[in-house]
């Protein structure tokens, strides 16, 4: 399974983003998608995941949007009023069944990851 994310860029303060990653593969199902981010002598962190439940990171809510396309196994997150703190790279992960041999077995996956800088 490859994860393809796209979008990334440079934005001033109080702009918007749209994030998107797109998953291939062997797929029989996708349990959950969603989008982490790693600033420099950071750890990485969630951002916002979309499986049975959504959820946010509180430093994002109110202002990025998650969304998933099922029949397209992609996922997109709309960022604005940006600030300078979300600068970071931002990490695509997915949760994917596959079948091997007959059997379902869930992997979970990384995209390679896009910069996004938030200028002040």
């Known amino acids: 399974v490859q994860l393809q994310a796209s979008g990334g860029g440079l934005v001033q303060a109080g702009g918007s983003l749209r994030l998107s990653c797109a998953a291939s593969g062997n797929i029989a199902s996708i349990n959950s998608m969603g989008w982490y981010r790693q600033a420099p002598g950071k750890q990485r962190e969630l951002v916002a995941a979309?499986?049975?439940?959504?959820n946010y990171a509180d430093s994002v809510k109110g202002r990025f949007t998650i969304s998933r396309d099922n029949a397209k196994n992609t996922v997109t997150l709309q960022m604005s009023s940006l600030k300078p703190e979300d600068t970071a790279i931002y990490y695509c992960?997915?949760?994917?069944?596959?079948?091997?041999?007959?059997?379902?077995?869930?992997?979970?996956?990384w995209g390679q990851g896009t910069l996004v800088t938030v200028s002040s």
């Open positions: 992960s997915a949760d994917v069944t596959g079948t091997y041999g007959g059997y379902g077995v869930t992997h979970s996956y």
């Open positions: 979309s499986g049975r439940r959504t």
